[in-house]
């Protein structure tokens, strides 16, 4: 395979998430698909009962879980309570088919709709409803999900959260997954509680029993490993690790150099893998704190995740981007029905379209800004009078909850730059407090070529010479404007670009938490010139 130079032939390779070597017996994990049960498959009463033996399940692990565990099995129950997926198939039953199939066939398209998705954050998404779908039809079998021995590797597509949860890690093991994403929560997880993992390894002829070792800091999977084998990944650790560390500037060199390194997360777990001498959260995905539509009406529940977050930062920034929905994110149904999603209702727009949404929001940022440097950014500005109305309506909320007599304090207010026409115009939103380049969509716009589309997408390495164009005026009209500018977008996150930014003149820098120590690396050789 291509991954390994030092075991040729030998073995395979994906993405680690960052954590150390595990050897053990192979595991081979249940195959992802439940069969469907078919006693009563038309009573309702059967499919409500079994939902509710998953909550009570969930809720059970919920009582035994630490912090991070509780968030991420809360999201599962908030789902699976969610009357938007409790009746997601009620619509199909009355042609005959029968009220369990019909959910099961909604809640496979409500699956295909996540993993379709060229968004990693979503795409990861997934493996959480297809853990409730499969704790529902266990209940309705009167199966339950079997534990694995310890110290074992689970190998599999993919490994449910809820199964995660309910394995013993204490003896050791690991994950070796076919598919999987390291933003999944499962990678959270497994990096809140230090178990290597390799996801994205593609078919491996692997049966159970067999001897495995896994390197989650290389991405790498070794059938049978010798002694050797074992050493020399152990020797290869400790050499990358001792490099990451000398690169892990601290925050007061990084200041004296006018480089800042930030993170970006779709949910505060993520934050357990985060070094300390990270300079602060660059960019909140609050629309992946939403299991479902429900969340989106919950002042509190938003209030609470923001705190986390706010909390684990201190003094440092924490920047929440507004509800992205729309696109390829259609919660609740926002943007499923448009024949072009990325170039219509989606973002602020989408919000200005649905206010009702925005003030929740709203209230809730307001009020968590009173706990630390929060900030907030607008997703898919094109005019600046779509941060004019997003300002009023925080100052009208803003005024409700001191009526209420409830602590409040307006943040920051900037927005994302990722429509051309923005940033051919950024002298025209003065109303912006900052700037944050996300070059995702700024590409995909500039090249007319879709993020999904494989056919197109050679289009986007030839035409970053336009994009870096396009960045070096942005940020030059930001400077001339006196308006902090950062990049969020996944081109902060190639090396190989690295230099061609810090040339079009950006000194602020956010990107996975995977990716901070890489950039850091590339940060300190680019300014020593080794």
Not at 209 to 218: A, K, N, S, T, Y
Not at 375 to 387: C, D, Q, R, Y
Not at 389 to 416: K, N, Q, W, Y
Request: proline share 5%.
């Amino acid at each position: 395979m291509s991954g390994a130079r030092d075991l040729p032939g030998r073995s395979w390779r994906g993405q680690g998430n960052g954590i150390g070597l595990a050897v053990g017996a192979v595991h081979i994990g249940p195959n992802p698909v439940v069969a469907v049960p078919v006693a009563h498959p038309g009573d309702p009463q059967i499919l409500a009962a079994a939902i509710e033996t998953a909550i009570a399940d969930l809720q059970a692990l919920m009582a035994a879980a630490d912090p991070h565990s509780r968030n991420i099995l809360e999201f599962q129950v908030e789902m699976l309570s969610d009357p938007a997926i409790r009746d997601i198939g009620s619509d199909r039953a009355d042609d005959g088919t029968g009220t369990v199939l019909a959910w099961v066939s909604a809640i496979e398209d409500y699956i295909a709709g996540f993993e379709s998705s060229d968004d990693d954050d979503i795409c990861a998404r997934a493996v959480d409803v297809i853990d409730i779908r499969n704790r529902v039809l266990g209940a309705l079998n009167g199966t339950r999900a079997d534990d694995f021995p310890a110290g074992s590797i689970f190998v599999g597509a993919d490994i449910a959260p809820s199964l995660f949860l309910t394995h013993d890690w204490t003896s050791g093991g690991g994950i070796a997954l076919s598919a999987g994403s390291t933003a999944s929560h499962v990678a959270m997880l497994a990096r809140a509680r230090s178990v290597p993992m390799v996801v994205g390894l593609g078919p491996v002829p692997l049966e159970n029993g067999m001897r495995l070792m896994v390197d989650g800091i290389r991405g790498i999977v070794l059938p049978e490993p010798t002694e050797t084998d074992i050493a020399e990944a152990l020797c290869s650790i400790e050499i990358t690790s001792a490099s990451a560390a000398k690169s892990n500037l601290p925050p007061d060199g990084e200041i004296k150099s006018g480089m800042t390194c930030l993170v970006n997360i779709g949910h505060p777990a993520e934050l357990a893998a985060v070094s300390a001498d990270c300079a602060g959260i660059g960019l909140l995905r609050s629309e992946f704190l939403m299991s479902s539509t429900a969340d989106l009406a919950n002042e509190e529940r938003q209030y609470r995740l923001y705190g986390e977050a706010l909390s684990w930062a201190g003094e440092r920034p924490v920047t929440v981007r507004l509800l992205d929905l729309g696109g390829d994110k259609a919660l609740g149904g926002f943007g499923a029905n448009e024949r072009n999603p990325f170039l219509g209702m989606r973002g602020i727009r989408l919000l200005l379209a649905h206010p009702d949404l925005l003030r929740v929001q709203a209230r809730a940022l307001l009020r968590a800004a009173v706990l630390g440097n929060l900030k907030v950014m607008l997703p898919m500005v094109t005019v600046a009078s779509e941060i004019t109305v997003t300002r009023r309506i925080f100052a009208e909320e803003a005024e409700g909850l001191a009526r209420r007599h409830v602590a409040s304090r307006m943040p920051d207010i900037g927005m994302m730059v990722e429509v051309p026409a923005a940033a051919l115009m950024l002298d025209r939103f003065e109303n912006a407090d900052f700037f944050s380049l996300g070059t995702n969509d700024l590409a995909q716009y500039l090249s007319a070529a879709a993020r999904d589309s494989a056919a197109a997408s050679s289009l986007y390495e030839q035409t970053r010479p336009a994009l870096l164009r396009l960045i070096r005026q942005t940020v030059a009209m930001a400077d001339m404007m006196g308006k902090p500018i950062g990049i969020c977008g996944d081109l902060a996150g190639i090396p190989d670009a690295l230099s061609e930014l810090l040339a079009c003149g950006l000194k602020q820098f956010s990107v996975a938490p995977q990716q901070l120590a890489a950039l850091k690396t590339a940060l300190h050789h680019t300014k020593t010139g080794s």
